[in-house]
């Protein structure tokens, strides 16, 4: 039988036979990508229901300054790990659930923007982050430039990201918190359009192997993280508090 994915087709003398590949191809890598932001986008949506049904059956409220706030912080960093750690040695499905677990703790950790922001500031940057992803992850699938050289700057970015929001825990500085979320802000917009353009570079190593299932959720989780990120830095810049 034949292989579509068969180099040596290319050359068989059969017309249409590379054409047909191509569009094999073409069609896995739609299926793929499609995946891919339907589990992203199911993960931001339980992590947004998560959030407001904690908020307001007064979950949230209760366990701000008790030792389980520590506990919900720190659980979905925990869950990420296990997941960018141990995907080789994990199933399909139980990479997946650790996933759905994953966005349903961080719908916990992040229901307490509701205690500091409005509602309707909230709602106005979700639909904003929203848009701003869209078009970011569309030009990351759609262009022709190779965004791998940006990798390494905006990893380094989001270290440092990481770094000066540590040292404003003791200053509590409101410049540098502005600072920092302005450039958390470009720093994820870039990562988001970076991490799809691999994203989809990585179906061309996978497809075809029992590994596909596992990106599938890799790829979710990386433009989850994108996604939540560039919202939270979003809303300490734009949003009213209460």
Same mark, same amino acid.
């Given at each position: 039988?034949?292989?579509?994915?068969? =180099?040596?087709?290319?050359?068989?003398?059969? =017309?249409?036979?590379?054409?047909?590949?191509?569009?094999?191809?073409?069609?896995?890598?739609?299926?793929?990508?499609?995946?891919?932001?339907?589990?992203?986008?199911?993960?931001?949506?339980? $992590?947004?229901?998560?959030?407001?049904?904690?908020?307001?059956?007064?979950?949230?409220?209760?366990?701000?300054?008790? =030792?389980?706030?520590? !506990?919900?912080?720190?659980?979905?960093?925990?869950?990420?790990?296990?997941?960018?750690?141990?995907?080789?040695?994990? @199933?399909?499905?139980?990479?997946?659930?650790?996933?759905? !677990?994953?966005?349903?703790?961080?719908?916990?950790?992040?229901?307490?923007?509701?205690?500091?922001?409005?509602?309707?500031?909230?709602?106005? $940057?979700?639909?904003?982050?929203?848009?701003?992803?869209?078009?970011? @992850?569309?030009?990351? #699938?759609?262009?022709?430039?190779?965004?791998?050289?940006?990798? $390494?700057?905006?990893?380094?970015?989001?270290?440092?990201?990481? *770094?000066?929001?540590?040292?404003?825990?003791?200053?509590?500085?409101?410049?540098? @918190?502005?600072?920092?979320? *302005? !450039?958390?802000?470009?720093?994820?917009?870039?990562?988001?359009?970076?991490? $799809?353009?691999?994203?989809?570079?990585?179906?061309? #190593?996978?497809?075809?192997?029992?590994?596909?299932?596992?990106?599938? !959720?890799?790829?979710?989780?990386?433009?989850?993280?994108?996604?939540?990120?560039?919202?939270?830095?979003?809303?300490?810049?734009?949003?009213?508090?209460?």
């Amino acid at each position: 039988m034949a292989n579509w994915n068969d =180099p040596n087709m290319a050359a068989s003398g059969f =017309p249409g036979s590379a054409h047909a590949a191509d569009q094999a191809v073409d069609a896995g890598l739609r299926s793929y990508m499609l995946s891919v932001y339907n589990y992203m986008g199911s993960g931001v949506l339980l $992590t947004g229901v998560v959030a407001m049904l904690a908020h307001q059956s007064g979950f949230t409220a209760s366990m701000v300054g008790s =030792p389980l706030m520590w !506990v919900v912080a720190l659980a979905p960093l925990a869950f990420v790990m296990v997941l960018s750690f141990g995907i080789n040695k994990l @199933s399909t499905p139980a990479a997946q659930a650790i996933f759905w !677990v994953y966005a349903a703790v961080m719908g916990l950790s992040m229901s307490t923007i509701f205690m500091a922001f409005t509602g309707a500031s909230i709602a106005t $940057t979700f639909f904003a982050t929203t848009a701003a992803f869209l078009g970011l @992850s569309l030009y990351g #699938y759609t262009t022709k430039k190779d965004l791998s050289g940006f990798g $390494t700057f905006l990893i380094m970015g989001v270290v440092g990201i990481l *770094v000066a929001m540590l040292i404003n825990m003791f200053l509590q500085s409101s410049v540098m @918190s502005l600072v920092i979320s *302005v !450039v958390g802000v470009l720093l994820f917009a870039g990562l988001t359009a970076y991490d $799809t353009q691999k994203i989809k570079s990585t179906y061309f #190593y996978v497809h075809g192997t029992d590994f596909v299932g596992k990106a599938v !959720v890799m790829g979710a989780l990386t433009l989850y993280l994108d996604f939540v990120n560039m919202f939270t830095f979003l809303l300490n810049l734009l949003g009213s508090r209460e």
